[in-house]
């Protein structure tokens, strides 16, 4: 398979060619067909993240079909199109994991960082790091989904902003262009004005 590898902090990126992975038995392979480019990406170019083992393949906002799965994995199949983003997978047992809160396991894994990840045919991942990507979706479209749009909802989710507010959005590059697209389809929280003729009506 072809990868697009660097080979030790501050390389070059470099085409090779690899042999295609086999998943261990929680895993799957998936073979990619998008992954975005994010500027997360120059940590594993830069080696600007702890503990990055080089050769390394960047890549973390993947979309692709299952290709292969693991002898252990009974919940995912070959053929169903999943997407991975940032978070590539947690322990399951830190103190984290235990309250539910797997985005900051003590030992999660980053495709690209912790592991190969997407700019590459195929690649590995846990099934813990799995999305399924619904039909109407393609995977050019999902790719960016997995961090600069997960990345841009949930600060959306998180601002209290209702149908109807003002909001500014500082920049139109990879989260900006997402803001862009949400906003005018951001309907989770009713309006003031809704909500005030709600109270009214109870």
């Known amino acids: ?12 990126f470099e085409i090779v060619e690899r042999d295609i992975p086999e998943p261990s038995a929680a895993q799957v392979r998936i073979n990619v067909q998008a992954c975005g480019v994010c500027h997360s990406d120059s ?3 830069e ?14 906002e ?21 997407a991975v983003g940032w978070h590539g997978g947690h322990c399951g047992h830190c103190e984290s994991c235990r309250r539910g809160d797997f985005v900051t396991c003590k030992y999660a894994q980053v495709p690209g960082i912790s592991y190969d990840g ?3 045919d195929y690649m590995i991942a846990p ?7 619904p039909e109407q979706l393609s995977a050019i479209e999902a790719a960016p989904l997995m961090c600069a749009g997960i990345t841009t909802y949930n600060a959306l989710r998180n601002s209290g902003a209702r149908a109807g507010d003002v909001v500014a959005i500082l920049g139109i590059g990879g989260l900006g262009h997402l803001g862009v697209q949400l906003l005018p389809k951001w309907v989770l929280r009713p309006s003031r004005l809704q909500e005030e003729k ?3 009506n109870w």
């Open 43 to 45: 940590f594993t170019k």
């Open 127 to 133: 099934i813990e790091a799995l999305a399924l990507i």
């Open 62 to 82: 993947i979309a692709g079909v299952i290709d292969k799965v693991g002898k252990d994995v009974t919940q995912w199949e070959p053929g169903q199109r999943v």
């Open 118 to 120: 997407g700019y590459a």
């Open 198 to 200: 709600m109270k009214k």
């Open 47 to 60: 080696g600007l993240f702890p503990g990055i083992q080089y050769p390394r393949v960047p890549g973390h």
């Open 1 to 12: 398979m072809r990868s697009v590898q660097v080979s030790k902090a501050n390389g070059s």
